[in-house]
C-alpha cells in the first residue's frame, strides 16, 4: 500500500518502532506526524538497540528518507543528540531527514513549566515524561509558539523568543515563585542549533505530495497510542497531541484521501506509563513478573510501566476511531509462561454492559472487566517463524483478539529482532 498509518491501538509503547522498522525496508518515505521526544521508539538491529525519541524509526534503512511533519514538537538539543549518536553508530543521515517549517519548537520554558505544572498539581499530576510536550503545544494552540520557519530569520527568532520569555517569566516568578530564565542564554544556545537545523527544513507536505504523485511507499508513523490522544484517550491522562490516525493527515499535510490503509499496533497485553485510569491492570505480583518478562521499563524516562491483561473494549475503540485494517501483535512471546490468560471483553457498571468504550471516563474507572479466560501455551515461541509453527493455545488467543476487535492480525512479533516476527496472509 503507497501510503500506510502506524498508529498506537493502546496507551502507547506498543511495539511501533520495530513494525516501522520492517515496514520501512520497502519504504522510501517515513514521517512521523506528531509528539516530540516524549517518544521512545526502540528497534533492535542486528543485536544493537536503538532508541529513537525523534528521529523515524526508519532511519536505520539506508535508503530511507524520513521527515518530521508540522504536527511535531522539536526539541533540537534532544534531536542533534540523536542525530550524532546515529552518526557516531556509523549510520548516515546526511540528506535523509527532515523537518517542516511549521513544527513547533520547544524551548527551555516549556520543561520549567512542564515540571512545575505538575508539581502543582500534587496527586493529581499527569505523570508526564518532562520533555515540556504539553506547554509547547500549549503556546501552540494559544498561536504564541516557536516554529522550525522562524529560525529562518535570525531577527524574527530572536525578538519572538525575548516576547516568550518575558511572559514566561511573569508565570515562573508570579505563580510559582521560582528563579526566572534568561533570554539571551536561550537565544545563543538556539542560534547554534540554528546552523545544523537550517539544512533540514524542508517542505515535507510538498516531499510527501510529490512522492505520493510518484506512486513512492510512504510509512506515517505516529507516536504515543490511541488513549494518549488529546481528544480520544482517557482524558485529562493523556499527552497534548493528535496520535490517533487521524493526526496524520494534519499533521503531514496531506489529505484523507491519500491514506491507503492504517495499521494498528498492539501488545499482546496492556501497559501504560504515568497515572490514569486503567481497568484491567494486575495486581502486584502479575506486574512484577510480566513487567520483568516484558522489560517494560520507559524508554524515555526509565520508569516502570503498569501492566494488565488485554483490553479488547479499548482496543476495539481503537480500531474504530483509527478506521484499523489490520493489527500487528507484538511482544506475544511475553506471555508465554503463562498456564492461563485473561481477556477483557467488556466493562460492567451499575447492570449495564459496555463493549464500546465509555466516553464518561468515571464510568471507566468504576466499572468492572468483564474477562474471557483462555488457556496459555506455556511453551517458548520466539522462534517461530510462521503461523502454523505456534501452539494451538496461541492461535486461539490471536483469532479471539482479531474477533473481538473486529480487524484481523497480520503480522505477529515473538522477539525484539526485525526477524523474530511471523507474517500472516
Ligand atoms: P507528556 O506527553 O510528556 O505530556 O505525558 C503525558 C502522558 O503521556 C503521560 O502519562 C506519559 O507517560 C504519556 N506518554 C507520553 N509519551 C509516551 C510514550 O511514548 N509512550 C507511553 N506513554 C507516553
Known amino acids: ?170 508565570i515562573i516568578k508570579e505563580l510559582y515563585n521560582e528563579p526566572t530564565i534568561i533570554s539571551d542564554s536561550i537565544v545563543s544556545d538556539y542560534l547554534g542549533y540554528r546552523e545544523r537545523l537550517l539544512p533540514l527544513i524542508k517542505d515535507v507536505s510538498v516531499l510527501l505530495n510529490s512522492a505520493i504523485a510518484d506512486g513512492r511507499v510512504i510509512i506515517c508513523e505516529g507516536a504515543q497510542g490511541t488513549l494518549l490522544d488529546i481528544d480520544w484517550g482517557t482524558y485529562p491522562y493523556v499527552t497534548s497531541s493528535h496520535s490517533t490516525a487521524g493526526g496524520a493527515v494534519i499533521g503531514l499535510g496531506i489529505g484523507p484521501t491519500r491514506i ?32 520483568a518478562a516484558g522489560a517494560e521499563f520507559g524508554a524515555t524516562t526509565g520508569r516502570a510501566r503498569r501492566c494488565g491483561w488485554f483490553d479488547a473494549v479499548i482496543t476495539r475503540y481503537a480500531a474504530r476511531l483509527n478506521s484499523v485494517d489490520s493489527w500487528a501483535l507484538t511482544k506475544l512471546d511475553v506471555l508465554s509462561q503463562l498456564k492461563t490468560l485473561q481477556i477483557c471483553v467488556a466493562y460492567e457498571y451499575e447492570g449495564q454492559r459496555y463493549e464500546q468504550f465509555p466516553p464518561d471516563m468515571r464510568i471507566v474507572e468504576r466499572g468492572k472487566p468483564i474477562y474471557d479466560e483462555l488457556e496459555g501455551w506455556n511453551a517458548p515461541i520466539d522462534e517461530v517463524r510462521r503461523l502454523s509453527g505456534l501452539p494451538k493455545p496461541a492461535h486461539k488467543y490471536i483469532e479471539r483478539l482479531a474477533e473481538l476487535t473486529g480487524a484481523p492480525i497480520e503480522m505477529v512479533s515473538v522477539g525484539r529482532e526485525r526477524g523474530e516476527t511471523i507474517f500472516i496472509e
Not at 61 to 66: H, L, M, S, V
Not at 105 to 122: Q, T, V, W
Not at 268 to 289: D, H, I, N, S
Open 260 to 291: 491507503d490503509k492504517v495499521l494498528g499496533v498492539i501488545k499482546a497485553y496492556t501497559t501504560r506509563v504515568g497515572k490514569g485510569l486503567f481497568p484491567t491492570e494486575f495486581e502486584a505480583e502479575m506486574q512484577c513478573r510480566i513487567r
Open 1 to 170: 500500500m503507497p501510503v500506510t498509518v502506524v498508529v498506537g491501538g493502546q496507551w502507547g509503547d506498543e511495539g511501533k518502532g520495530k513494525i516501522v522498522d520492517i515496514l520501512a525496508q520497502d519504504a522510501n518515505i517515513i514521517a512521523r506526524y506528531q509528539g516530540g521526544a516524549n517518544a521512545g521508539h526502540t528497534v533492535v538491529y542486528n543485536g544493537r538497540k536503538y532508541v529513537l525519541h525523534l528521529v523515524p524509526s526508519g532511519i536505520l534503512n539506508a535508503r530511507t528518507i524520513c521527515a518530521l511533519g508540522a504536527g511535531c514538537v522539536i526539541d533540537p538539543a534532544r534531536l542533534l543528540d540523536e542525530i550524532d549518536g546515529l552518526i557516531s553508530a556509523g549510520i548516515n543521515v546526511d540528506g535523509r531527514l527532515f523537518i517542516s517549517h511549521q513544527a513547533h519548537l520547544i524551548l527551555p520554558y516549556h520543561k520549567i513549566l512542564d515540571a512545575l505544572n505538575e508539581k502543582r498539581l500534587g496527586d493529581g499530576a499527569i505523570g508526564v515524561t518532562g520533555q515540556g510536550i504539553g506547554p509547547a503545544y500549549t503556546d501552540k494552540y494559544s498561536r504564541c509558539g516557536i516554529r522550525m520557519v522562524d529560525l529562518l530569520d535570525k531577527d524574527t527568532f530572536i525578538e519572538k523568543v525575548k516576547v516568550n520569555v518575558e511572559y514566561k517569566n511573569r
